[in-house]
Each structure stands twice: as C-alpha cells, then as structure tokens.
C-alpha cells in the first residue's frame, strides 16, 4: 500500500456520460497530480493541484475537470466521455513543490468506456 | 516541442545488466527521474539525478550528463522480477512539479 489511494479500482460506463474519479493523498503530501495512461502508454500529465489551488496544467481535454478539497482529497471529473477516454487514470502525491521526484501513484482507476 | 526518447523493449537473461538510455528534449530541466511500472501496477519511484554524474541505488543506477541531455538507467543482477517498464521523467520547471514522461522500456528478463 503506497498510502495513496484511488477510488474506483475499476469503471465501465457507456459513452456520453459522467464519472468521478476520486484521490486521497498520502498523509501529509499537499500535492496531487493527475496522469492517463493508455494502453501500451506512457503517462501522460494532466493536472496538478498543490494545498487546495490548481498549479499546472497539462493536456486535459475541456471535457475533463478536477478540483482538490479542503480535506486535499482530490476528484477527477470525466463528461461527456468517448471510446478513446478509456485508459488507466493514475493519482500521485509529494509532500511539496519544489521537489522532482519520489512522487508517489496509487493504484490508479481502470476506465473502459464501452 | 517536448520529447524524451527511450527504446520501446529491452530483453535480457538472469544476471545480465541492462542499460536504458533516455534522451530529452525540454522546455526547460530541473532533473531526470526513473520509475518502474509493473504490468497493471503503479508507478514507483527508482531514482533522482539532478546534477551529471552517477547515482547509486543497490542494483539500480542512473546516471545523468545535462550537456549531452542525456541519462540512462542501469540494471544489474536482473532478476525475474525486474520484468517491467522503465520510465525516464523529467521536471521542466523550478514551480511546481509537474514530470513529463518518456514512453517507457518494456524490459523482459528471461531465465
């Protein structure tokens, strides 16, 4: 266990909808990034949030929203989804900014969008 | 644009040594990260070179030449159980810590 942890293991869902992918931190961590993979994949960056304000943007679709909580739990809006959403949807955590490695992933969440 | 370069599959036997090479192509670099992703598994973290040089991590090390823009990752006694990917990263800027990826190395190790 990494101590991050990420919520659905797994999701089917039909295309045209929603889901909501959820991210606790490691305990004390205040950043969080979100990663797709796809398959065969490297990870491709998302989004960051650092203590409640979103830091960086990556290459993240309109479609696609994330916010981090008060609690710094973390949750990853997918809409209005396509066959190509589906993909491995990592969460990682640091404990601050200014580092550039020892992030550490939680599982991830399996998305297949049917 | 950005780009880093890795080869896509390495194989080797039990007890080999491997060498992965990444070659980066950034907006800007703070560092060369390595991490290793089990089939269906997480990423987890191996190494950290900031500065040019070698570092050293039991069978693991990673060595770093900035003015080349260009690291590699060094696996010795492989193991079965260092089948996997490998992923060189890179943090391009001093704010945050966003990390770009390479497209991994598959490395088999066969008996």
């Known amino acids: 266990d990494s101590g991050v942890t990420q919520t659905p293991k797994h999701l089917i869902t039909a295309t045209g909808q929603r889901v909501t992918l959820r991210c606790s931190p490691r305990s004390g961590d205040l950043s969080v990034y979100w990663y797709q993979q796809s398959l065969d994949q490297g990870l491709q960056f998302l989004i960051q949030?650092?203590?409640?304000?979103?830091?960086a943007k990556g290459n993240i679709l309109e479609r696609f929203s994330a916010q981090q909580f008060p609690d710094l739990h973390s949750e990853l809006n997918l809409s209005s989804l396509e066959l190509g959403d589906s993909a491995l949807y990592f969460c990682?955590?640091?404990?601050?900014?200014?580092?550039?490695?020892?992030?550490?992933f939680g599982s991830g969440t399996r998305l297949t969008v049917v | 644009g950005q780009s880093l370069e890795q080869p896509s599959e390495v194989t080797a036997v039990e007890g080999a040594i491997v060498q992965i090479n990444c070659t980066y192509q950034t907006s800007g670099f703070y560092g060369l990260s390595w991490y290793q992703q089990h089939d269906g598994g997480a990423p987890t973290f191996l190494s950290y070179n900031a500065l040019d040089g070698l570092e050293e991590t039991g069978r693991f090390s990673s060595f770093l030449s900035r003015s080349d823009s260009y690291g590699y990752l060094l696996l010795q006694e492989l193991q079965m159980k260092d089948s996997a990917s490998y992923f060189c990263a890179v943090k391009e800027s001093a704010a945050g810590n966003k990390l770009t990826f390479g497209g991994g190395t598959r490395v088999l190790v066969k008996p």
């Open positions: 990682a955590s640091a404990a601050s900014e200014g580092i550039g490695y020892g992030y550490t």
């Open positions: 949030y650092y203590n409640g304000e979103e830091r």
